[in-house]
């Protein structure tokens, strides 16, 4: 995993603000190449203990309901890349047609989809994409373009590594679509209230890049998925005003 010459990055993303952030990362070249053969090892390591499950999922989705196994959206990863993530699919088809975000109570998710939505199962096929290079275990969660459209100069920042399968905000967020069901705009609250604060722990996580700390992130994810509460007292969200 390297970092382009700061001249060789999107013009969009050499301003001041990215700059800080750039010069931060810039000194821990040795970290992040370790953190591409972890995640090369690791994903591959994962792919192959969990292709039983993976061929689980597979054939309870395709008994569930009409359309294909996987869910392909297009993403923004590192410098502002478009790719095609892989998700198992939790809805029925053409339900992004409706909206971009998901409630909890979402009467377009499936009945497996509720399952795996809840396990996390659905992501664990993005386990292709790190391996791949478009994204990594621990990074900003990879957003549409028409959201990635809304950044402020410093988010940009964001899109100096590639995006990540699960991090700090993850964590704090893992109940995000039970949050938006409070919301009369769900996508409007999404953009305004809930990513710039998770924003905030994306960037901190920039400023403390470490493989120590991308390790402990990962267990705490588990912990998470498992039921472990993780509460912040500076979150405060309010959907009304």
Not at 21 to 42: A, E, M, N, T, W
């Amino acid at each position: 995993m390297m970092l382009l010459k700061w001249q060789r990055l999107p013009s969009e993303m050499q301003t001041e603000e990215v700059r800080k952030y750039y010069d931060i990362l810039k000194k821990k070249r040795l970290s992040l190449f370790f953190k591409r053969v972890f995640d090369i090892v690791i994903s591959f390591l994962m792919i192959v203990i969990l292709s039983p499950t993976f061929l689980v999922i597979a054939i309870a989705i395709k008994i569930d309901s009409k359309g294909p196994v996987f869910y392909r959206q297009t993403r923004i990863t590192q410098y502002g890349k478009c790719f095609k993530i892989h998700k198992f699919r939790s809805m029925v088809v053409g339900a992004d047609k409706k909206t971009r975000i998901t409630v909890s109570d979402d009467d377009r998710i499936t009945k497996v989809g509720r399952v795996i939505r809840k396990l996390r199962l659905d992501e664990i096929c993005q386990l292709f994409d790190v391996l791949c290079g478009n994204m990594t275990f621990v990074g900003t969660r990879p957003e549409v373009p028409a959201f990635v459209e809304k950044y402020t100069p410093e988010m940009m920042a964001t899109l100096l590594l590639p995006a990540g399968i699960t991090s700090e905000a993850s964590v704090y967020f893992k109940d995000e679509a039970l949050l938006l069901n409070s919301a009369e705009d769900a996508e409007k609250a999404y953009i305004e209230k809930i990513l710039p604060v998770k924003m905030r722990y994306n960037l901190r996580e920039l400023e403390n890049f470490g493989i120590g700390r991308d390790v402990g992130i990962m267990f705490k994810t588990v912990f998470a998925v498992l039921g472990k509460e993780y509460k912040d007292d500076n979150i405060t969200l309010n959907f009304n005003g």
